[in-house]
């Protein structure tokens, strides 16, 4: 998945901190190939650590 500049740094940012996040988008994945993600939105989401 592609994330814009600002939200690969939250990510970042997620992951060092050990808080987990959520994604939602449109998932492709072409028979045979790799799939990709659209992202729609994305975020910490501190509930799915509980």
Same mark, same amino acid.
């Given at each position: 998945? =592609?994330?814009? =500049?600002?939200?690969? $740094?939250?990510? +970042? @940012?997620? $992951? =060092?901190?050990?808080?987990? +996040? @959520? +994604? @939602?988008? +449109?998932?492709? !994945?072409?028979?045979?190939? !790799?799939?990709?993600?659209?992202?729609? %939105?994305?975020?910490? %989401?501190? !509930?799915?650590?509980?």
């Amino acid at each position: 998945m =592609d994330l814009p =500049d600002a939200g690969y $740094h939250e990510a +970042v @940012r997620c $992951h =060092d901190s050990g808080i987990p +996040v @959520r +994604v @939602r988008g +449109v998932l492709n !994945s072409p028979p045979g190939g !790799s799939a990709t993600m659209q992202v729609a %939105d994305f975020g910490p %989401d501190p !509930s799915l650590g509980q």
